[in-house]
Each structure stands twice: as C-alpha cells, then as structure tokens.
C-alpha cells in the first residue's frame, strides 16, 4: 500500500499567479499520476511523472501550464501557472504499483478569483 | 484509447436498499477493473476490483460482476446504509509489469436516505 500526503488541501488564489502543490509519498514509487476533477466530473488525468525523466502529457495539458517535478521516488509537485477562473479544480496526485490498486492524496481544491 | 461510460449519475436509494451501478468499456484489451468510493473532501478511495479472468467478487455488502464479451462491469450494494452516501468511480485499464494509468468512468452519487 502507498499514503501519500497532498498539500495544500484548498487554497483561494488571484488571476495570473501560479500554485504548486506538493505530494509526498511513505515508500518509493516508479510512477505518479497527476489528475484533475472539475466540480461534479470524473477524473481526468494531466500527465504521468517518471522519476528522472520529463513527465509525460496528456492531449490538452502542456507543460507550460503544468510543469512537473519528480526529484525522486518519493516527491512530486504540479504547479499550476498563470491561473484562470477556468483552473478552479480539485487536483489529485495519485500512484500505482504495477497492476495494484491506484492510491490518491486528498485533493488540493483550488478556486481562481 | 479506452472510454468509459457510467450509468446512472445520480441514484437515490432507501436506506437498507439495493444499489447498482453499472459501466461499459470501450478497449478489449483492459483486463482491470476498480471500483472507487470519494467522499465530499477525500481522494477516491478503492472499495472493490476485478480483474478479467474472474466473472463475480463479492466483498460483504459489495459485489462486483463482469461481462467481458460485452465489455461492461457492475457494482452491486446491499442492505445500503446511510454511510454508504458518496460518488462512486468506475475505471478500466490494463494490467501488468509497470505501471498504467486508470481511465474513469464520470461517477456516481449515490445518496442513501435514511
């Protein structure tokens, strides 16, 4: 199993800045998956984070606008640059093992204003 | 890619009813099958799967079926209870060396009334 400890849970933030939000994971792992979740909406993921090579995106998300770090097996952080009212999403970090069960932090839910 | 529709996506139950959700898949080759509970404020939480060798899988009150010749997978609840309230996530994807990413299904609320 994996617990992965997602920070900051919720943050309020103005047009055009930029969040990072972090993950911290209790064992090593190849990959990290980043998600969004628009209110009321599945799941959609943003990009897979290898450690030690670049993050892989999905079609729609660029990095640009999503950078990714991975400096280990541990860590990973999504930072979401020049915000608009439209990022306003919960994001979720997540792993998963070869074929186990995927395991998620807690969401970080951001608002743009 | 692998496309997953879920039905329906909202379900209202009394308490000590039955709930079943159920989703189809678009890729042959998915051969897992999750099944997530989120509750308001969490990170989706597993609560049952199934891989594709195994037809039925039944967790107490939780059950799960699978048709692959028709390429859908079901969640059945029993005996429902107010703390089983929360918006559940089907996924597919494929199994194995490495690690793959899961494709959701658009989710579920389930609301359990008492």
């Known amino acids: 199993s994996a617990v992965i400890s997602q920070k900051p849970s919720r943050d309020i933030c103005q047009r055009g800045t930029s969040l990072t939000i972090q993950c911290q994971v209790d064992s090593q792992v190849t990959m990290m998956f980043w998600y969004r979740q628009q209110p009321g909406q599945s799941l959609t993921l943003i990009a897979t984070?290898?450690?030690?090579?670049?993050?892989?995106?999905e079609s729609g998300f660029v990095i640009d606008k999503f950078p990714i770090s991975r400096p280990n097996l541990t860590f990973s952080t999504l930072t979401v640059s020049n915000m608009s009212p439209e990022d306003s999403s919960i994001y979720l970090c997540s792993t998963r093992q070869g074929d186990t069960e995927a395991f998620f932090g807690q969401g970080t839910r951001l608002t743009v204003v | 890619g692998e496309n997953v529709e879920q039905h329906p996506s909202t379900l209202s139950v009394q308490e000590g009813d039955s709930a079943v959700i159920k989703c189809t898949y678009s890729d042959s080759a998915s051969n897992y099958f999750p099944w997530y509970k989120q509750e308001l404020g969490k990170g989706p939480q597993l609560i049952i799967d199934?891989?594709?060798?195994?037809g039925e899988k039944k967790d107490q009150r939780i059950a799960v079926t699978l048709n692959k010749t028709a390429k859908h997978f079901s969640l059945h609840i029993t005996e429902t209870q107010p703390e089983d309230s929360a918006v559940y996530f089907c996924a597919a994807s494929l199994s194995g060396a490495g690690s793959y990413q899961l494709t959701f299904g658009k989710g579920t609320k389930l609301s359990v009334i008492p």
């Open positions: 199934i891989r594709s060798n195994v």
């Open positions: 984070a290898n450690q030690g090579s670049e993050a892989t995106y």
